[in-house]
């Protein structure tokens, strides 16, 4: 069936960076847009990034803007974040979320179990 | 940027009832929303989109209701496997935020 699984995550110092990745299995990977949310400890969900299917189009919440790069990889189904310039209140699991729309609105209907990514200070 | 507000933060209830959660956009979202479901150490879970549409696989005890800038979840009846932390979901345009969270505890 469908499945999403994240890696890349890690330790890492503030400025540094990092590549999480997202290999999709089960699903036609160029036929849907995909997003990052992110998790900070005991905290709720923030969405993070989306890429259009066909990555011509992408868009950034203003936290990560500058910082982080969303793109993906058709040949090998995986959608990938560069994360630079990593800051401690990066810290997070991130998750990759498959994008569906139903009459406009923008929805998430399967999601990776996530990547944890640690940002010391 | 529209925020997406949820209320209650918490709430305590007991197995067989009925329990509603409050979602609140800062401005006018028609029906681009949608609701999940996050066990504690899982990922979230699709419930509800378009504001009424119940995924696929998803108890019939969980409906939701509104548009424009008011919304909520209901379930109908308690079940264990229902308490969790639920979260609306703004879909019309980026940035796509997420509600705050609203607890489901055991009473």
């Known amino acids: 069936q469908a499945q999403l699984v994240e890696s890349g995550g890690g330790v890492v110092q503030a400025g540094g960076s990092l590549r999480l990745s997202c290999v999709a299995s089960g699903l036609r990977f160029t036929s849907y847009g995909m997003h990052w949310v992110r998790q900070a400890p005991g905290k709720g969900l923030e969405w993070v990034a989306y890429?259009?299917?066909?990555?011509?189009?992408?868009d950034y919440s203003a936290s990560v803007k500058g910082r982080f790069t969303i793109s993906r990889d058709s040949a090998t189904n995986t959608l990938y974040a560069q994360m630079n310039g990593l800051r401690a209140d990066d810290t997070a699991v991130y998750y990759c979320a498959r994008d569906l729309v139903a009459s406009g609105c923008r929805y998430f209907d399967l999601w990776g179990r996530g990547t944890r990514v640690t940002v010391s200070s | 940027d529209i925020q997406m507000t949820q209320s209650p933060s918490s709430l305590s209830a007991s197995i067989g009832d009925r329990v509603t959660i409050t979602c609140r956009a800062s401005q006018s979202i028609s029906s681009h929303l949608s609701w999940y479901q996050q066990r504690p150490g899982e990922a979230p879970k699709l419930l509800i989109y378009?504001?009424?549409s119940l995924q696929s696989g998803v108890p019939s005890r969980f409906t939701g209701r509104g548009s424009g800038t008011q919304f909520t979840l209901i379930i109908s009846s308690l079940q264990p496997e229902d308490f969790a932390t639920y979260y609306c979901h703004r879909g019309d345009s980026a940035p796509y935020s997420f509600g705050q969270g609203t607890k489901v505890e055991i009473k």
């Open positions: 378009g504001a009424s």
């Open positions: 890429i259009r299917y066909d990555g011509t189009e992408t």
